[in-house]
């Protein structure tokens, strides 16, 4: 099989594509042809060493697939080989085979929804847990998502307006027209605008109830300051650490000591609640298998529609970091095996 390594720590160019060879699956295992794996920004500060939990290099990034069920282990019922499935990988997943655990691996109704399915157990599953697990978004209250036009963006956008929530969300100016064609109303421009002033015009000086932040550094005091009483603001990202010139080390040291500091004597007389979120931290697989299973369901409905971007080969891996790392896409980058 082909795998993308990361061989150290660094730019696109530490990527490399190697032959290896994939070993049977264990007893509760299938073994799945890949068909599309996920880029998450999670695999960008993984390749910079800045992704807590990360393995040290040499390793396989990669945190979900699709693609149909080659074998089964002994354990496992035989009338799955041939079936589409979603898989939570947590590394490993720029393969074009896998080895997983039959319970971190759902079932898909076609083939054909092998393309957007891969897009639901990172970016739709991150922004259903941080929605309802976590900050128990409400119908009527005012959500601020920060990347909006970005996969968990995307995602957090669907999912809230399903619970009835208002939407203010930051993106790219160039990305504000499809935003709206989603029924997004509230944009701002982040590159212009302060996104502060902005939410606090449209909720009439209330702030958000709701504010998800995937920058971090010193963007994540300002969020802080544009909740609303009884507000909940979750960090669950650090893509400020990619922002910036070429050479990122150093800029991402300078942003990670940027970060604030939430004491908890200012918490409590803010009525406010500060969350942090990990998804591959997340240790509860009845937790992860029932909101995968709920986003099937929605998916089916036409409840959710996920959005794909673009699909790279891997023989395009590089090119793909890059263009997401410059904020380039709109929804999900995909990976496929050069041979599928």
């Not at 390793?59 to 282990?73: A, C, D, L, R």
């Not at 039959?102 to 393309?115: F, G, P, W, Y």
């Not at 968990?152 to 203010?168: C, P, R, S």
């Not at 960090?235 to 939430?262: N, T, V």
Request: proline share 6%; aromatic share 8%.
């Amino acid at each position: 099989m082909r795998q993308i390594w990361i061989t150290k720590h660094g730019g696109p160019e530490v990527l490399e594509i190697r032959e290896t060879r994939i070993e049977e699956p264990g007893p509760d295992q299938v073994q799945i042809r890949v068909h599309f794996a996920g880029i998450n920004f999670a695999d960008i500060l993984s390749r910079m060493g800045l992704y807590p939990g990360a393995p040290r290099p040499p390793f396989v990034p990669g945190y979900e697939i699709s693609g149909i069920i080659e074998k089964v282990g002994s354990s496992v019922d035989p009338v799955l080989a041939g079936k589409p499935v979603i898989g939570i990988t947590q590394f490993n997943g720029y393969s074009s085979s896998v080895n997983l655990p039959l319970d971190r691996v759902v079932s898909l109704d076609s083939n054909e929804q092998l393309r957007t399915g891969v897009v639901l157990p990172v970016n739709y599953l991150t922004a259903y847990l941080m929605l309802i697990n976590q900050t128990h978004l409400q119908a009527g209250e005012w959500v601020l998502i920060h990347g909006i036009g970005g996969g968990v963006g995307i995602a957090a956008t669907q999912i809230a307006g399903i619970l009835g929530a208002g939407i203010i969300g930051t993106a790219s100016a160039h990305k504000h027209e499809r935003l709206r064609q989603l029924g997004v109303e509230h944009l701002i421009d982040y590159r212009k605008e302060d996104f502060l002033a902005r939410v606090m015009e449209i909720t009439g000086g209330k702030g958000a109830d709701v504010i998800l932040d995937p920058i971090g550094g010193a963007h994540l005091k300002r969020s802080y300051r544009a909740l609303a009483g009884l507000g909940r603001l979750v960090a669950y990202g650090f893509s400020a650490a990619a922002i910036g010139p070429r050479k990122r080390i150093l800029h991402a040291a300078r942003e990670y000591l940027r970060f604030p500091k939430f004491h908890p004597v200012k918490l409590i007389s803010h009525n406010k609640g500060v969350f942090g979120f990990h998804l591959g931290m997340v240790r509860n697989e009845k937790t992860l298998k029932a909101a995968l299973t709920t986003l099937i369901k929605w998916l089916n409905e036409g409840k959710i529609n996920p959005l794909v971007d673009c699909v790279f080969p891997f023989s395009r891996v590089q090119a793909a970091h890059e263009y997401i790392a410059a904020h380039q896409n709109f929804g999900k980058v995909l990976l496929t095996p050069d041979d599928v």
